[in-house]
């Protein structure tokens, strides 16, 4: 099994095909900050968009021009799926990580516009600091915008609130968000639903909207809207996710449900490695796996 497919301490470089595009990233998981990494759930969402992207709210034809604001961007990974289907997309980031993300934007930018040069189908990327609740940065960015976007940006309690905010900060009364988001703490996970709910209509994704093998039952989408006039329902909205409705969001959202559905899940990423059939996707899912065992040993 190569290295670089595990996404070890030691792979610099993560390449992603999406949307008919090869795409290179490059990464240190080595450093201090996490922003330096490519985490699976950036992944899961630019999936999502290209299988999404034929009909409804996201295909080029309806993003074409939108403005977007990715949130925590790290690698940048989220945005290029954006900017691919037309939008112009504002990529964001702590200042530690922005010569990272400015890199990636810079190579695969100049790699798209290479094999397509003169097409329009590709909006556009820029970079900026964006520190959470830093009014200034807000500022500089110029809201609202029409879609706000993030991945695996929640973690740690201390970070809700301030998040919170920053997406208020930048939102209109037509903005839809979207964040992709990897269970990781059930305490986080019930903090920041209870803080969504309260601000926002919140709907999650169907795993049978996501690419049929970009997916996990750990990660999920979702997708909300500030809270409405009568005539703006995120119902409304998401014409888009074609032929089934997203789904409302429950107190719980079945953790142990998705506890199940995590364990079955690795019980299956197991027997394809004994028989050595396993994806790029699944190898990457291997070290997701060896985390979670090793946070749940405890080591006497």
């Known amino acids: 099994m190569e290295a670089d497919r595990l996404n070890s301490p030691n792979t610099s470089a993560v390449i992603f095909e999406v949307l008919g595009h090869q795409l290179h990233f490059a990464q240190d998981p080595n450093s201090k900050h996490l922003g330096t990494t490519v985490w699976d759930a950036s992944m899961v969402f630019a999936k999502f968009l290209e299988k999404n992207c034929r009909r409804g709210r996201f295909s080029p034809s309806k993003l074409k021009g939108k403005r977007v604001i990715e949130l925590g961007a790290g690698c940048g990974v989220a945005g290029f799926g954006m900017a691919l289907l037309g939008c112009d997309v504002v990529t964001t980031d702590q200042t ?9 934007v810079d190579r695969n930018t100049s790699r798209i516009l290479q094999i397509a040069p003169g097409s329009d189908s590709f909006g556009s990327m820029k970079v900026a600091e964006l520190n959470w609740g830093n009014a200034d940065h807000i500022r500089a960015v110029e809201p609202p915008f029409d879609y706000i976007i993030g991945t695996d940006v929640v973690y740690a309690e201390h970070l809700l609130e301030p998040l919170l905010q920053t997406i208020l900060a930048l939102s209109g009364p037509r903005t839809t968000i979207v ?17 969504w709910k309260r601000n926002f209509e919140v709907k999650s994704v169907p795993k049978s909207k996501m690419h049929s093998e970009y997916q996990h039952p750990s990660i999920q989408l979702f997708m909300m809207r500030p809270k409405p006039s009568s005539d703006n329902s995120i119902d409304k909205e998401i014409e888009d996710v074609p032929s089934e409705e997203t789904e409302q969001i ?5 953790i142990s449900n998705k506890d199940d559905q995590i364990e079955e899940e690795e019980s299956s990423v197991v027997e394809n490695l004994q028989s050595k059939e396993i994806s ?4 990457r899912r291997c070290g997701a796996m060896a985390a979670r065992l090793l946070r749940d040993v405890k080591i006497t």
């Open 179 to 195: 964040l992709g988001y990897e269970l990781r703490s059930t305490n986080v996970h019930d903090q920041m639903l209870d803080l």
């Open 250 to 254: 429950s107190g719980d959202d079945d």
């Open 280 to 283: 790029d996707w699944e190898t």
């Open 96 to 104: 530690e990580v922005l010569p990272l993300l400015m890199r990636n």
